[in-house]
Protein backbone atom coordinates (compact mmCIF):
# COMPACT_ATOMS: atom_id res chain seq x y z
CA UNK A 1 0.00 0.00 0.00
CA UNK A 2 1.02 3.30 -0.48
CA UNK A 3 2.98 5.29 2.46
CA UNK A 4 0.67 8.25 3.53
CA UNK A 5 3.21 10.41 5.72
CA UNK A 6 0.35 12.50 7.12
CA UNK A 7 -1.39 9.71 8.43
CA UNK A 8 1.45 8.20 9.99
CA UNK A 9 2.67 11.25 11.75
CA UNK A 10 -1.08 11.60 13.65
CA UNK A 11 -1.55 7.61 14.18
CA UNK A 12 2.61 7.84 15.98
CA UNK A 13 2.05 11.03 17.75
CA UNK A 14 -1.33 10.27 18.97
CA UNK A 15 0.15 6.60 20.14
CA UNK A 16 3.00 8.90 22.42
CA UNK A 17 0.29 10.96 23.70
CA UNK A 18 -1.44 7.61 25.12
CA UNK A 19 1.84 6.90 26.41
CA UNK A 20 2.74 9.90 27.79
CA UNK A 21 -0.88 10.01 30.00
CA UNK A 22 0.23 6.19 30.65
CA UNK A 23 3.30 5.46 31.57
CA UNK A 24 5.86 8.43 30.39
CA UNK A 25 5.40 10.57 33.51
CA UNK A 26 3.71 13.41 31.20
CA UNK A 27 6.80 13.51 29.48
CA UNK A 28 5.80 16.00 26.44
CA UNK A 29 5.45 15.51 23.16
CA UNK A 30 7.01 17.30 20.29
CA UNK A 31 6.23 18.15 16.75
CA UNK A 32 8.31 19.05 14.66
CA UNK A 33 8.30 22.63 12.82
CA UNK A 34 7.31 23.10 9.14
CA UNK A 35 9.76 21.87 7.11
CA UNK A 36 11.06 19.30 9.90
CA UNK A 37 13.64 19.57 12.71
CA UNK A 38 16.21 21.76 12.24
CA UNK A 39 18.80 19.29 14.56
CA UNK A 40 18.22 17.12 12.02
CA UNK A 41 19.72 18.12 9.24
CA UNK A 42 19.89 15.98 5.78
CA UNK A 43 23.83 15.33 5.63
CA UNK A 44 23.54 14.13 9.18
CA UNK A 45 21.77 11.07 8.33
CA UNK A 46 23.98 10.49 5.22
CA UNK A 47 25.53 7.50 6.83
CA UNK A 48 22.49 5.41 6.43
CA UNK A 49 22.02 6.04 2.93
CA UNK A 50 18.10 6.90 3.14
CA UNK A 51 16.35 8.44 0.40
CA UNK A 52 14.06 11.79 0.20
CA UNK A 53 11.01 9.74 1.60
CA UNK A 54 12.99 8.32 4.84
CA UNK A 55 14.81 11.49 5.22
CA UNK A 56 11.56 13.48 5.19
CA UNK A 57 9.79 11.47 7.51
CA UNK A 58 12.89 11.39 10.53
CA UNK A 59 12.61 14.99 9.86
CA UNK A 60 9.05 15.16 10.94
CA UNK A 61 8.50 12.75 13.65
CA UNK A 62 7.38 13.67 16.96
CA UNK A 63 9.47 13.16 19.71
CA UNK A 64 9.02 12.63 23.21
CA UNK A 65 10.76 15.43 25.41
CA UNK A 66 13.02 13.12 28.07
CA UNK A 67 16.13 14.97 27.95
CA UNK A 68 18.94 16.49 25.23
CA UNK A 69 21.84 16.03 28.04
CA UNK A 70 24.47 13.91 26.75
CA UNK A 71 24.42 12.24 30.41
CA UNK A 72 21.20 11.19 30.50
CA UNK A 73 19.66 11.66 26.65
CA UNK A 74 20.49 7.69 25.80
CA UNK A 75 17.78 6.75 28.04
CA UNK A 76 15.00 7.46 25.40
CA UNK A 77 11.44 6.35 26.33
CA UNK A 78 10.42 2.85 26.25
CA UNK A 79 7.63 2.01 23.23
CA UNK A 80 7.47 -1.20 24.70
CA UNK A 81 9.79 -4.18 26.55
CA UNK A 82 12.89 -3.59 26.80
CA UNK A 83 12.49 -1.25 23.67
CA UNK A 84 13.70 2.59 23.40
CA UNK A 85 11.98 5.40 21.24
CA UNK A 86 14.74 6.29 18.98
CA UNK A 87 15.50 10.11 19.06
CA UNK A 88 17.30 11.16 15.97
CA UNK A 89 17.93 14.69 17.18
CA UNK A 90 20.08 13.16 19.75
CA UNK A 91 24.18 14.02 19.30
CA UNK A 92 24.90 10.05 20.81
CA UNK A 93 21.99 8.93 17.72
CA UNK A 94 23.54 11.23 14.97
CA UNK A 95 27.45 10.17 16.17
CA UNK A 96 25.95 6.34 16.05
CA UNK A 97 25.37 6.63 12.47
CA UNK A 98 28.47 7.03 11.55
CA UNK A 99 30.18 4.48 14.21
CA UNK A 100 32.28 1.74 12.43
CA UNK A 101 30.31 -0.88 14.96
CA UNK A 102 27.17 -2.10 13.36
CA UNK A 103 25.77 -2.94 16.55
CA UNK A 104 25.30 0.72 17.91
CA UNK A 105 23.77 2.02 14.42
CA UNK A 106 20.15 3.21 15.37
CA UNK A 107 18.73 -0.11 13.02
CA UNK A 108 18.58 -3.56 14.09
CA UNK A 109 21.82 -5.44 13.50
CA UNK A 110 21.54 -7.12 9.92
CA UNK A 111 25.63 -7.37 9.28
CA UNK A 112 24.93 -5.18 6.42
CA UNK A 113 25.97 -1.62 6.26
CA UNK A 114 23.66 0.65 5.96
CA UNK A 115 21.87 -2.10 7.92
CA UNK A 116 18.39 -1.93 6.19
CA UNK A 117 17.36 -0.54 2.67
CA UNK A 118 16.79 3.16 2.01
CA UNK A 119 12.93 3.10 2.25
CA UNK A 120 13.29 2.16 5.89
CA UNK A 121 12.98 4.05 9.27
CA UNK A 122 13.68 2.19 12.47
CA UNK A 123 11.54 4.30 15.27
CA UNK A 124 12.30 2.05 18.10
CA UNK A 125 14.85 -0.79 18.81
CA UNK A 126 16.26 -2.83 21.57
CA UNK A 127 20.13 -2.59 22.38
CA UNK A 128 20.51 -6.36 23.65
CA UNK A 129 18.55 -9.67 22.61
CA UNK A 130 15.16 -9.24 25.10
CA UNK A 131 13.30 -6.27 23.34
CA UNK A 132 12.07 -5.75 19.68
CA UNK A 133 12.78 -3.38 16.85
CA UNK A 134 10.32 -1.68 14.73
CA UNK A 135 11.00 -0.18 11.06
CA UNK A 136 8.34 1.75 9.22
CA UNK A 137 8.78 0.70 5.30
CA UNK A 138 8.01 4.59 3.41
CA UNK A 139 7.68 2.67 -0.25
CA UNK A 140 4.98 -0.32 0.99
CA UNK A 141 3.80 1.53 3.74
CA UNK A 142 3.90 -1.22 6.60
CA UNK A 143 5.73 -1.43 9.83
CA UNK A 144 7.50 -4.06 10.49
CA UNK A 145 7.77 -5.21 14.35
CA UNK A 146 10.92 -7.42 14.93
CA UNK A 147 12.21 -9.78 17.34
CA UNK A 148 15.95 -9.44 16.88
CA UNK A 149 16.19 -13.37 18.12
CA UNK A 150 13.75 -14.64 15.60
CA UNK A 151 11.02 -15.62 17.28
CA UNK A 152 8.11 -13.03 17.58
CA UNK A 153 5.67 -14.16 20.44
CA UNK A 154 3.15 -12.09 18.60
CA UNK A 155 0.52 -14.26 16.63
CA UNK A 156 1.00 -14.14 12.71
CA UNK A 157 -1.00 -11.43 11.40
CA UNK A 158 -3.00 -11.53 7.60
CA UNK A 159 0.39 -9.40 6.25
CA UNK A 160 2.65 -11.86 7.17
CA UNK A 161 2.48 -13.56 3.84
CA UNK A 162 3.60 -10.43 2.29
CA UNK A 163 7.22 -11.35 3.16
CA UNK A 164 7.40 -14.08 0.83
CA UNK A 165 8.63 -11.73 -1.96
CA UNK A 166 12.04 -11.56 0.20
CA UNK A 167 13.14 -14.70 0.04
CA UNK A 168 16.41 -15.07 -1.17
CA UNK A 169 16.82 -11.35 -0.69
CA UNK A 170 20.36 -11.19 1.57
CA UNK A 171 19.23 -7.13 1.71
CA UNK A 172 15.96 -7.77 2.93
CA UNK A 173 16.37 -10.98 4.98
CA UNK A 174 15.99 -8.45 8.29
CA UNK A 175 12.43 -8.94 7.13
CA UNK A 176 11.92 -12.78 7.12
CA UNK A 177 12.66 -14.21 10.73
CA UNK A 178 10.75 -13.45 13.53
CA UNK A 179 9.11 -9.95 11.89
CA UNK A 180 5.65 -9.62 12.02
CA UNK A 181 4.26 -6.59 9.16
CA UNK A 182 1.21 -4.65 9.99
CA UNK A 183 -0.10 -1.80 8.39
CA UNK A 184 0.46 1.43 10.82
CA UNK A 185 -2.89 1.67 12.46
CA UNK A 186 -3.03 -1.83 13.08
CA UNK A 187 0.17 -1.84 14.80
CA UNK A 188 -0.59 0.83 16.70
CA UNK A 189 -4.15 -0.56 17.84
CA UNK A 190 -2.78 -3.53 18.63
CA UNK A 191 0.19 -2.27 21.19
CA UNK A 192 -2.41 -0.07 22.33
CA UNK A 193 -4.53 -3.07 23.14
CA UNK A 194 -1.56 -4.91 24.85
CA UNK A 195 -1.50 -2.32 27.49
CA UNK A 196 -5.21 -2.19 27.96
CA UNK A 197 -5.68 -5.59 28.27
CA UNK A 198 -2.68 -5.44 31.03
CA UNK A 199 -0.13 -7.91 29.20
CA UNK A 200 1.89 -4.81 29.01
CA UNK A 201 2.37 -2.65 32.38
CA UNK A 202 4.53 0.68 32.00
CA UNK A 203 5.41 1.65 35.62
CA UNK A 204 7.32 5.06 34.08
CA UNK A 205 9.20 5.45 30.99
CA UNK A 206 12.10 3.23 31.87
CA UNK A 207 10.33 0.08 32.84
CA UNK A 208 7.30 -2.15 31.39
CA UNK A 209 6.50 -5.59 32.68
CA UNK A 210 5.44 -7.69 30.06
CA UNK A 211 3.60 -11.07 29.56
CA UNK A 212 4.89 -12.67 26.03
CA UNK A 213 2.05 -14.17 23.86
CA UNK A 214 2.89 -17.64 24.45
CA UNK A 215 1.31 -17.32 27.99
CA UNK A 216 -1.89 -17.22 28.85
CA UNK A 217 -3.51 -14.85 30.34
CA UNK A 218 -4.73 -16.37 33.15
CA UNK A 219 -1.14 -16.55 34.23
CA UNK A 220 0.12 -13.54 34.65
CA UNK A 221 1.99 -14.47 38.02
CA UNK A 222 4.55 -16.16 35.43
CA UNK A 223 5.99 -12.79 35.39
CA UNK A 224 7.06 -11.73 39.35
CA UNK A 225 5.00 -9.46 40.13
CA UNK A 226 2.96 -8.71 36.75
CA UNK A 227 -0.30 -10.33 38.33
CA UNK A 228 -0.08 -7.75 41.42
CA UNK A 229 0.40 -4.61 39.25
CA UNK A 230 -2.70 -5.69 37.17
CA UNK A 231 -4.84 -5.96 40.99
CA UNK A 232 -3.41 -2.51 41.26
CA UNK A 233 -4.47 -1.19 37.98
CA UNK A 234 -7.51 -2.08 38.17
CA UNK A 235 -7.78 -0.75 41.61
CA UNK A 236 -6.65 2.56 40.46
CA UNK A 237 -9.68 2.35 37.71
CA UNK A 238 -7.67 0.95 34.64
CA UNK A 239 -8.34 0.94 32.18
CA UNK A 240 -10.63 4.40 32.28
CA UNK A 241 -11.43 5.29 28.65
CA UNK A 242 -9.29 3.04 26.92
CA UNK A 243 -7.48 5.71 25.73
CA UNK A 244 -5.19 6.47 28.90
CA UNK A 245 -7.72 8.98 30.51
CA UNK A 246 -10.66 8.74 33.37
CA UNK A 247 -8.04 6.50 35.62
CA UNK A 248 -6.00 7.38 38.54
CA UNK A 249 -1.84 7.09 37.49
CA UNK A 250 -0.99 8.91 41.36
CA UNK A 251 -3.11 6.48 42.99
CA UNK A 252 -1.61 3.31 40.93
CA UNK A 253 1.76 4.88 41.54
CA UNK A 254 0.93 4.98 45.82
CA UNK A 255 -0.75 1.41 45.60
CA UNK A 256 2.79 0.42 43.57
CA UNK A 257 5.33 1.82 46.29
CA UNK A 258 3.05 -0.21 49.32
CA UNK A 259 3.12 -3.21 47.43
CA UNK A 260 4.10 -6.69 49.15
CA UNK A 261 5.99 -9.03 46.52
Known amino acids: MPFD??????????HYEFCHRVYWNDLPISRALLGGWPEIPPEVLAGL??????VNLIRNLPYPEFSRDRQYSSFTPLLMFDTQVIDYRLDYVQESIVCDELESK???????????????VCIARCYSRNGYFVVVDTEDGYVYWGDPNGEHDEPEPELKKTLER???D????WRVYGVNVYTPADFFALCKHRFRE??????GHWYISAVRMNIDSDNFGFERGHDVMVGLLREAGWPGDGEGRDWDPAKFHALLENARW
Not at 49 to 54: L, M, V, Y
Not at 170 to 173: A, H, L, R, S
Open 5 to 14: QEEFLRLITD
Open 49 to 54: QKNDGA
Open 166 to 168: FED
Open 170 to 173: DVND
Open 106 to 120: PEPFTTLDPPLPASC
Open 198 to 203: MRWIGT
